[in-house]
């Protein structure tokens, strides 16, 4: 649990690093390499405190060179998003374990996720549109990307490694297993890339609406809306000075201002209604449709419990893959994300396996 704790602080300064290096703003890049610097400061101090050598333990882990590679690949505001989820998730970690053995919360606790902000703060010469990047709550399309890859890939894996099981239980026959394993294949495909089609419509109807009503109001009323930029600023914590500066700076292009009063006042990223919904039904369909397909192949090829063992073999291959993936943005061992995965879906496959024994002894 201590190396992994040291680990986590030589990834977050191995990323900072990154981020710095492919960072165009002078001031975020100088953010960046004052966190990196720190970062590595806990790591050494952790590894002292615990007489722990840091020989072995300064590289980056795979999953810090996996988040830099999706970094280069999608663009690094993802790897941000991760990094500031990974403070906070830290941080509330700290508040419940000491919540639960009833020891004293001094504030502290919070102290990882305020240095960023503190340092950005002391920036003399830092900018609205350099605040909002750090307030942003929304993932890049290429981490959103591969989000949907690995949850879809996963709900149509379980769902249909179960219904598999199900009627591989109920019935011998390799015709009847291998249709509802097709038809399972293609009916939550479908309803994956309907709902996602619908989700991400019905997503940039509502945001384009509240958008058009934030240029009205721009355009109707700008002192107000100088005002209600520079107060968001004063709640944020930059003097009132400075931040009445900025939003009169921010104010003098209507576009900038519109795109930045939208980003602070209702937390829509404009980047993400850039997304084709089409696109995104059959990105759906696609991930769906791979995690569903495992279960079935063996039954393409093979029949009886010969086909049953393969099909289990395949899917918990695939469901530890997937667990695995997931430490990608909850930054959990491993092993234990991958096996509880293969767990929860072998309970979920065993339980419909055994509901088909009854219902095929039933009908028979």
């Known amino acids: 649990m201590k190396n992994r704790n040291i680990q986590t602080e030589i990834d977050a300064g191995f990323l900072y690093q990154q981020l710095a290096h492919h960072e165009k703003d002078p001031t975020i890049a100088s953010v960046f390499r004052q966190m990196s610097a720190i970062e590595k400061g806990h790591a050494e101090a952790f590894a002292k405190k615990e007489n722990i050598s840091l020989e072995n333990l300064m590289l980056p882990s795979w999953r810090a060179k996996t988040l830099n590679t999706i970094g280069k690949l999608f663009g690094y505001n993802y790897v941000l998003g991760t990094l500031m989820e ?18 004293e919360i001094t504030g502290s606790e919070t102290n ?30 290429g981490g959103n990307a ?18 598999v099981m199900g009627i591989a239980g109920a019935t011998v026959a390799q015709e009847g297993v291998l249709l ?23 997503s940039q109807e509502l945001y384009e609406n509240q958008m058009q009503l934030e240029m009205e109001e721009l355009e109707t009323n700008p002192e107000g809306e100088k005002k209600e930029l520079a107060l968001i600023y004063v709640a944020k914590g930059i003097p009132e000075e400075q931040a009445y ?29 850039k997304g084709s919904a089409v696109e995104a039904a059959v990105y759906s369909f696609i991930f769906f449709a791979v995690g569903a397909v495992i279960p079935v192949l063996p039954f393409m090829f093979t029949s009886g419990m010969k086909a049953i063992v393969v099909s289990v073999s395949l ?4 469901l530890f893959m997937i667990g695995a993936a997931i430490t990608l943005f909850t930054g959990r061992n491993v092993w234990f994300s991958g096996f509880r995965q293969v767990l929860f879906g072998l309970a979920a496959a065993s339980i419909t396996f055994g509901i088909g024994k009854l219902i095929g002894v039933s009908v028979t």
């Open 86 to 103: 990974t403070e906070k998730s830290i941080s509330n970690a700290v508040i419940v374990h000491k919540q639960k053995n009833k020891m």
């Open 146 to 163: 591969i989000r949907a890859a690995v949850l879809g890939g996963n709900d149509g894996l379980i769902s249909n490694f179960s219904l």
């Open 180 to 202: 509802a394993g097709v038809a399972g294949l293609l009916a939550g495909s479908l309803s994956m890339a309907l709902g996602e089609w619908i989700s991400v419509k019905s």
């Open 245 to 273: 500066q900025m939003a009169a700076d921010i104010m003098k292009d209507k576009s900038y201002a519109h795109e930045i009063l939208v980003k602070e006042e209702l937390g829509i990223d404009a980047d993400e209604l």
């Open 112 to 141: 990882h996720v305020k240095i960023l902000r503190s340092i950005l703060e002391t920036e003399k010469k830092v900018t609205g549109a350099q605040i909002s990047k750090f307030e942003s709550r929304h993932r890049s399309v």
């Open 315 to 318: 899917s918990a291959a695939g």
